[in-house]
């Protein structure tokens, strides 16, 4: 069974960096499109920014120019640097991956990003 594990979450000032991981396993397979969705409460989740296999990246508006996602082939992990925070950063991130072979997206439990002063 897959599991995405995320971590790295926390309390950050405005302006404030951090820099999210997560790891898959559980599978012979790799995945293929590995992303970041947010939740803020009372919205709907979101995406954020998308890294394939070839490390091809996309951005949502939001996070163009502050944000950075990148992923480590040999350990099935994906990474979000986060830089010049907002408060309406805030909200629970989640890791999400495709796996071709398996035909499914799974996703991690979330990590709470909190931007306050």
């Known amino acids: 069974q897959v599991q995405l594990v995320e971590s790295g979450g926390g309390l950050v000032q405005p302006g404030g960096s951090l820099r999210l991981s997560c790891a898959a396993s559980g599978s012979i397979f790799s995945p293929s499109v590995m992303a970041w969705y947010r939740q803020a409460p009372g919205k709907q989740r979101e995406l954020v920014a998308t890294?394939?296999?070839?490390?091809?990246?996309g951005y949502t508006d939001s996070a163009k120019g502050r944000f950075t996602i990148s992923r480590d082939n040999a350990k099935n992990s994906v990474y979000l640097q986060m830089n010049s925070l907002k408060p309406e950063d805030t909200a629970v991130y989640y890791c999400n991956a495709f796996y071709p072979n398996l035909l499914r997206t799974y996703w991690g439990q979330g990590t709470q990003v909190t931007v306050s002063s």
């Open positions: 890294v394939t296999a070839h490390n091809v990246t």
